[in-house]
């Protein structure tokens, strides 16, 4: 066949390379062709809503290699796409990346394109987010609530750094400050109305047996200690003194969600259900987190 020249026909062409390779996908896409547009587009920085004809406009050689490396190198290397175009997307909105972050996809974004309704009964103006990597869910609720202060922490600095560049890039720098803390370490006397949190939570033995795409993303995104949920017994032993009296936790946790519930069987989780895909995302209500003990 002809060498692709088109965007219709470098995604065509794309999909057929990525199909036949070994790849893994769950950053962003579920499958070869739209992680083939993903790769196409982003590469081009083209926005994915041109107009149909521009689909079939001859593209410059230039353009061409550029696309077809990138392909190649997605392929080689098993980056998950988002590192190699240096961008993901989360909540509808761009977010820079980079390898000291992990890849947005957190079900969160359902929840806060909701704005948490039904289980805010009143818009939050403090909120915390632990965890916050490249600031995607700080940053996408800063936005959702226009009226919150939000603090955002994470026990890499270098995260931190990323997260400050998305803040910026979506004008939210000013009512987010970012915290370098271990969970709540240093935010002593602090008090929230909402507190979210897809922390690490994978437990040793699952680390070990991730496909190579989560080998590039930082093991500290990722790995949540033998049974996967040392951070999530800290938050679950705090966030009561964190919590204003009608505040509430809600924290991903993933399929680490039955072993959770069958460890700690005192406590009336409420796992959210997600229409757009996702599971496993508690919410507790803060008289409901008096009882934990550390
Ligand atoms: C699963 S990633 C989530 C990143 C981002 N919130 C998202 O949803 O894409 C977990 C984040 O928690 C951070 N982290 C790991 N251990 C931590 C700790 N003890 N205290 C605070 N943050 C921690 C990691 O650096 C990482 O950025």
Not at 28 to 52: H, Q, W
Not at 145 to 153: G, I, L
């Amino acid at each position: 066949m002809a060498q692709p020249t088109t965007l219709r026909q470098l995604v065509e062409w794309a999909t057929r390379q990525l199909e036949q390779a070994d790849l893994f996908y769950g950053h962003g896409t579920d499958n070869p062709m739209d992680e083939a547009v993903y790769l196409v587009f982003g590469s081009l920085r083209i926005p994915f809503d041109v107009p149909e004809a521009a689909l079939d406009e001859p593209l410059s050689g230039a353009q061409c290699l550029r696309v077809r490396k990138r392909v190649e190198q997605r392929i080689e290397s098993r980056q998950p796409a988002a590192y190699l175009l240096g961008e993901a997307w989360f909540c509808g909105l761009p977010f820079h990346v980079n390898e000291h972050v992990l890849v947005p996809r957190s079900p969160f974004a359902e929840l806060i394109q909701e704005g948490f309704q039904p289980w805010l009964n009143r818009e939050p103006r403090r909120i915390l987010d632990i965890g916050t990597g490249s600031g995607c869910i700080a940053i996408a609720c800063a936005l959702a609530f226009p009226q919150a202060r939000v603090d955002a922490t994470d026990i890499s600095n270098q995260a931190l750094e990323i997260a400050a560049r998305n803040a910026e890039r979506h004008g939210v720098q000013d009512r987010l400050q970012l915290i370098t803390s271990d969970v709540f370490s240093h935010l002593e006397g602090e008090r929230y109305d909402l507190i979210v949190s897809n922390p690490p939570y994978v437990s040793q033995a699952d680390i070990e047996t991730l496909p190579a795409e989560y080998r590039h993303e930082p093991v500290l995104g990722l790995a949540g200690g033998g049974d996967g949920l040392d951070i999530v017994r800290r938050m679950l032993a705090e966030a009561g003194e964190h919590l204003t009296e009608d505040g509430v936790l809600i924290v991903e946790v993933g399929l680490m969600q039955e072993r959770l519930a069958v460890t700690m069987p005192e406590l009336p989780f409420i796992w959210l259900e997600f229409e757009q895909g996702g599971e496993g995302v508690f919410l507790l209500h803060h008289s409901e987190l008096q009882s934990v003990k550390g």
